[in-house]
């Protein structure tokens, strides 16, 4: 080939070479008609416009927000997941260790019955018949998880923050993560929750495993995280507006262009977590690829509850009539 032709055959690769690197997956919305030159294309290499929701991505911003108020209308009708019965109680399990006596287990269920609020647990310490330590290695032992002994919340190197209003209303909070195995350990003061676990492991990308730590011990770490600033962590509520709640997560994700958005429904909570790229903030090179914002609609009471109307009517009066164990 002449010499004078390899220039042009330079310029022919470099333009196909970009081309590729610069395309965009289609649009996941099917409604989406967008179409977009090359040149736009490549400006966008390097800012992409597009952002990732669920793992589908979506081209615009108009696009993003009407997948956004679909996937919220799902979650908001979306019934609690049931708590699973306890195999065996509390209070019998610490009789049938030798902690505690049959009389003692009922005069703190009827403790109990007469306050209206608190765990088995909580009344067989407040009443003396049993230490926390105890009753922590009698919920280890109901729900097959490990004890941990003692934590310190603010060393924890997780995968990404928990809001604090799910970590308060499911009395949790991380003790440890196995970047190696990119697992993370969970403790819980009271119940263990294997929905918030799932939703967890769905929305933070990892894998969870939960364990059991003295209930005071976490209500004084999750004090202390009350009194320090959480700036990227939002909480709205308590709220039932589908129309309210697209506007606000809309309003974010136009603001902060993150590049991938995902979302979850946790017990009364809709957790969305925003990951900006580090690049569209700082020009640092050192630190997390991505800076989460998290956003969590605390959802009213009268919100919508389609699957207990699908159940028996003995279902439901039994489900309303037992105590908390």
């Known amino acids: 080939?002449?010499?004078?032709?390899?220039?042009l055959t330079w310029s022919a690769n470099w333009i196909q070479r970009h081309s590729l690197e610069s395309a965009e997956p289609p649009?996941?919305?099917?409604?989406?008609?967008?179409s977009q030159s090359f040149w736009q294309r490549f400006r966008q290499r390097h800012r992409p416009n597009?952002?990732?929701?669920?793992?589908?991505?979506?081209c615009q911003p108009q696009c993003l927000e009407t997948a956004l108020v679909g996937q919220l209308s799902r979650l908001r009708v979306m019934a609690p997941a049931p708590q699973p019965p306890n195999r065996i109680p509390l209070g019998l399990l610490m009789v049938a260790r030798g902690k505690l006596t049959y009389l003692e287990v009922r005069a703190a269920l009827e403790a109990q019955r007469r306050a209206h609020y608190g765990k088995i647990g909580e009344w067989i310490e407040k009443l003396g018949f049993a230490t926390e330590q105890e009753v922590t290695s009698a919920l280890a032992l109901q729900w097959g998880c490990p004890v941990a002994s003692s934590f310190d919340a603010s060393t924890i190197q997780s995968p990404g923050?928990?809001?604090l209003p799910i970590l308060e209303a499911f009395q949790m909070l991380p003790l440890n993560y196995a970047r190696s195995t990119n697992t993370l350990y969970l403790a819980f003061g009271e119940r263990v929750d294997h929905a918030a676990l799932y939703a967890i492991e769905k929305i933070l990308d990892c894998r969870t495993l939960p364990c059991v730590a003295g209930r005071k011990s976490i209500a004084r770490q999750l004090d202390l995280m009350r009194q320090s600033p959480r700036p990227s962590e939002v909480e709205f509520g308590p709220m039932n507006d589908l129309a309210e709640m697209g506007r606000i997560a809309a309003s974010y994700t136009a603001r902060l262009a993150p590049g991938q958005v995902r979302l979850c429904r946790i017990g009364r909570f809709i957790w969305l977590r925003l990951d900006v790229h580090r690049d569209l903030r700082s020009n640092s090179r050192s630190g997390p690829r991505s800076i989460p914002t998290n956003l969590v609609f605390r959802l009213s009471a009268d919100s919508a509850r389609p699957l207990p109307f699908a159940l028996p009517f003995r279902d439901l009066q039994s489900a309303s009539s037992s105590p908390s164990l």
């Open 50 to 58: 597009g952002t990732f929701l669920q793992g589908a991505f979506y």
């Open 161 to 163: 923050s928990i809001p």
């Open 1 to 7: 080939m002449p010499n004078f032709l390899k220039p």
């Open 27 to 34: 649009c996941a919305l099917a409604s989406c008609s967008r």
